[in-house]
């Protein structure tokens, strides 16, 4: 592992495993090619460790003649591949983005390093293509089902999931049919530093911390295996270094709250953090809303394979990941000022909680 493309890491996860691999791969250089779409930032780059080790491309991975030019200037032997249209919600609103980036975009890359890797005599060796992909792709658990395992059947709902699910079937096929060099993770749902305010979390702690209401979908019970950002990068770094080519893993935390505990859980420590806060107590900014149409029920991982042939296992409990988000968004007002600007941001909102009506 030399030269790595890491696509979409402008984004929240590719953002911080830029900084992870920064820090703890000390001889690779990274080559981070990310569109810079609503939900990616320069902002998301600023003090990286070691800058000179990393080069940002403004690109789109569906760009062929770019993405054959990158393999060839860089000599690239790692693919580490994020970039992707990742909120649910604007699945169901505009999901012609998620088919061309998601779908689409993995066949590019895809194509291009088979094309680079393998249509040479010999095959370049020591080379992987890693893909990242979701838990989402397995459907949704009743109560009392167990966890998804790497066998689990695919049965993906929304058509985030949907597109989520051809591109890791696009990448096994690339290595079953071609043998190209692969390895596949399937993660549950991340929180942690640098993530775009729409998803829960951020969301429900920049509400709060405004007085805004607190729009929990539906009756909230629907339940999420959080994982903190960085214990998600830590497990990316460990199947690059030590994974058998063609494996596919799962990674969870291990935390299966429900969403509404998970909101009364940041209003908890909001009061706590901000004691002179004029909302406290922040529970009482709790809306229920309509729900999101198809909303998952839940979701949990199995991590036994990673656990047990590669080591990995979370080192945040909930409640130490949760605490250092709030304190990070406390911390990152400029970040916050800067990414509110951006895009659609502020019409998404209205459009997104407009549909979803007036409180329950
Ligand atoms: P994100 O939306 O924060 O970031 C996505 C990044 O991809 C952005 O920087 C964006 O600019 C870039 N991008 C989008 N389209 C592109 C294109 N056509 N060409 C180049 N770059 C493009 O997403 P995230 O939450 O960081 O998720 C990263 C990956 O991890 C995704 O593949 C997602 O499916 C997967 N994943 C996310 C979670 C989660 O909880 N966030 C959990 C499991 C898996
Ligand atoms: O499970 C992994 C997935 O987690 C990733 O593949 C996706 O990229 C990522 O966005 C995330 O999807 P979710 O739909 O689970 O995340 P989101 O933060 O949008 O919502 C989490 C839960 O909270 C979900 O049940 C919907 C609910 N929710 C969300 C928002 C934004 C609310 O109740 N209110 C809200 O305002």
Known sequence: M????????AGFIGS??????????????IYNL??????????NLDNLPDPSR???????????????????QYAIDTVVHFAAESHVDRSIFEPDAFIQTNVFGTFTLLEAAKR??????????????????TDEVFGSLKEDDPAFREDTPYAPNSPYAASKAASDHLVRAYGHTYGLPYTLTNCSNNYGPYQFPEKLIPLMILNALEGKPLPVYGDGKQVRDWLYVEDHCEAILLVLRQAPLGESYN?????????LEIVENLCEILDEVVPHSPYKPHRQLIRFVADRPGHDRRYAMD????????????????????????????????????IRQRGDFKAWMQRNYAQRGEEK
């Open 34 to 43: 990310d569109a810079l779409t609503y939900a990616g930032s320069l902002e």
């Open 251 to 259: 990674i969870g935390g291990g935390n299966q709250p429900t969403n």
């Open 303 to 338: 991590i036994g394979k990673i656990s047990t042939q590669l080591g990995w296992k979370p080192r945040h409990s909930l409640a130490e990941g949760l605490l250092a988000t709030v304190k990070w968004y406390l911390e990152h007002e400029e970040w916050i000022a800067a």
């Open 16 to 29: 911080n495993f830029v900084r992870y691999l920064l820090k703890n791969e000390i001889n690779i250089h």
């Open 54 to 72: 990393h080069t940002f491309i403004h690109g789109d991975i569906c760009n062929r003649e770019l993405i054959d030019q990158l393999f060839r």
């Open 2 to 9: 030399k030269n790595i493309l890491v696509t979409g890491g």
């Open 116 to 133: 680079a890797w393998l249509e040479n005599t010999p095959p370049i060796p020591d080379v992987r293509f890693h893909h990242i992909s």
